[in-house]
């Protein structure tokens, strides 16, 4: 036994010397080369925290401080989930009961459970995550899942329709319950739900650029929209592994699950073996920020990375700064990642506008000169206009069909992107219809009849 001891001793100081470095030098390096204006990184353990770094600003000469919140996306799931599991675990809530805010199945399925939207089994799609009704409108209530109860679809809906049931049956708004059952009793002082926000930053056109995000509408805040701080997010982190590592339930977000189990998401977290260990992760964007936090129980070290610039939707920097953070806990050489591609990419569309609308102003000078004794007919001018009309409509209707966002979603999460489009498409259009005014000579640069000598 003392021979065991020892050695078990011996591969934990292993371990913890592998990952002691400090990451501040990895951090600063990775976010700058991301041009992220600010940003903040907390790695804990089991017993407490590691370190934290923070990084760069809010705005010009308000810097970013260990205690400054961030908007947390889709990391706010993990949270809700927390607080239905510790309902869970003091009787208070049946996880396998049916929900109540929602009417039954028409095609006499099985109910939904309230275990099913905590592991996103539900059968509610992605896309209906994007276009969610208020619970006091007749549509919620008449919400169906589009696939199959018991199958894994990630979906927003589940944890606004999983907010909305804790909320109903305790009888305790929402950040009320949460704060009740996880920020207060982990001393998580710089976390609410939802919050006005000034510290976001948006990528526009290639550029951080400071964006105000408004609060969200309430029954939102459970799938998205907590603000929490680096530091609060270690101590939720730290709760879970001391429960994983003492085997004492204290109604945290359980991480027991086999090698072998090919769960992909469980009580809020997201989950998958990798190199021969099973890591627990989520991420999470709103329109002006990104988030990520990151579990990994076999070497008792968890991370979050917090950033105040969203937008990106190609390149992810937050994400390939985790990849490097990971590669560090497990006593690998750790790079900063490459600076992202997309932030070029995006100032690319600004000669997209450009282009656009120096055709369209050369194409007004030549209608203005035009022979005025040759008119379009309003048949020929709205045949001009058609193609135009119908390349937007089909345009709506393919963002709606596969990622379920509106026009209006569109220019929330990438308003340079909607920009880009609504003027090739407005000056495509209105340079079709001056062209069928505008004589073909007269078109090609060469002088009407009117104009010759």
Sequence with gaps: MIVRGLLASALCLFATAAHAAPIGPLVTAALKR???PGGAVAVVSSSGPVEVVTFGA?????????????????LSKSLTAAAATRLAWQGRLDLEAPLQTLEPSSGGAAPITLRQLLNQTSGFSHRQGFSIPTPDSPGFGRLQPAGNPGAYAYSNLNYVVLGEEVRSRSGTAFDALVAREVFRPLAMSATAAPVRDRCGHRLFFGFATPWAEEPAPAHLAPAGFIRASAPDLGKFMTAILAQARSGQDQGWPSLDLADSDPVAYHQGWRTAMDEGERIWWHSGSTGSYRATMVML?????????LTNLGGHNVD????????????????KAAQPPAAPLEPWARMALLLVIAGSLITLFLTTRRWVARDRSVSASPV????ALLPWIVAGG??????????????????????????????VLISGAARSAMNRSIPKASRAGTPTARHQT
Excluded: K
């Design 394 to 423: 089909l345009g709506v209707l393919a963002l709606q069909h596969f990622t379920g966002l509106s026009p209006l979603g569109v220019w929330r999460l990438g308003p340079d992107l909607g920009l880009t489009a609504a003027v």
């Design 316 to 331: 992810d920097p937050v994400d390939d700064l985790a990849q490097a953070l990971i590669a560090h806990v497990r006593g």
């Design 297 to 305: 129980p076999s070497r008792d070290r968890a991370f979050v990375i």
């Design 380 to 383: 020929s001018t709205a045949l």
């Design 58 to 74: 809010c705005r010009a000469g308000t810097p970013i401080t260990s205690d400054q919140p961030f908007l947390i996306g889709s």
């Design 34 to 36: 991301a041009h992220i």
